[in-house]
């Protein structure tokens, strides 16, 4: 069958996401049909599977680099993929099943290429030898086996082979799911690690100008700060009430900022092995000497997440956009919304839900796509995003016989 013949019958996918914030599974079910500028998107269910507690404390474990034996880490991957394959059960019933799954995994390691972000120099001395590793876990295999869906998973290893930071791979998706013929947009999302992807005007070659990065830290201090501020009751701010309730220290945003990963120019990846548990100890003994509440904390550590994506807009972009749209768990969280907004007084800044695509779930439903895009043969990167020298296929297919 011809791609275009191929392209035009709906084919029902299901998009699996677990990110750095390690707060669940998100699952997608959704209908595609097109191929790129023409593709279309149904969304017929999205939720979120908490997962068990045990589960997530060992994940975490291992994110803050916890010594495991190979076994504890097979015995995970298992545990993972269980997980996932019970949430793609799941987000089916009720609906005729899906024939594709996409899984991103559980990451729990990146290192970008020549450690950059990691506080080596080699990226000053043009040293681009060393390649990038990232390991998501919760084997495509297994899922595929116990879900009886062919599963298409490990997106980020092909990108990263010839070069490419594997990440963000989100961009290729909003640059057909969000473009705008007029106008420039910035798709923001706010998960543990935030990302951006700048797409310009749909027109005069724009797909070679959409850019895409790492911003840094999203909610991955926040929910650390939370949950040290409260010994563990709380795992995250909702809607930012807390951090609401406090000022901004200002200083010390100026003296976070100044830190190495916010400088490099992209395209740049980084992850909880940079702003990680580690990474918020030193913000709070920067922040003794300023004697602040725990409402001036959080308020402090949100300034750092709007004030590094602003600056990031305002250093690395050929222009500022029209319009941003948010997405992930912190677009709910009103607080940094806001403060972004003050930031940017000269842009709207939305959620992608206003322009018609779920921001809960529009991760999950973008390797839902990547894994549609990987069925048919049609490359899943974008080199300006990841750094790769080239377009190529992404995710390992797992048949079912």
Known sequence: MHLTEQAAIPTR?????????VDGIDAALVEISGTELDIKIELLAGETYP???DLRERILEICAQKAISMAELAELDDAIALAFAQAAQNIQIGHQPATLIGSHGQTVFHRPPGDWGLGTRDWELGNKNSLGYSLQIGRGALIAHLTGITTISNFRVADIAIGGHGAPLVPRVDAYLLSHPQEGRCIQNLGGIGNVAYIPPRRDDWLTKIRGW???PANSLLDLAVQHLTAGAKSYDESGKWAASGTPCYPLVEQWLSQDYFHLPPPKSTGRELFGVAYLHECLKDAEPYQLSPADLLATLTELTVASIARSY?????????RVLLCGGGSRNLYLKQRLQLLLPSVPVLTTDEVGLNADFKEAIAFAVL???RQLGIPGNLPAATGAPREVLLGEIHLVE
């Open 371 to 373: 894994a549609y895009w």
């Open 51 to 53: 997962y068990p507690g």
């Open 314 to 322: 305002q250093t690395f972009l050929p222009q500022m956009p029209q």
């Open 214 to 216: 790492d911003t840094g």
């Open 13 to 21: 996918v299901i998009g699996l996401i677990s990110g750095t914030s």
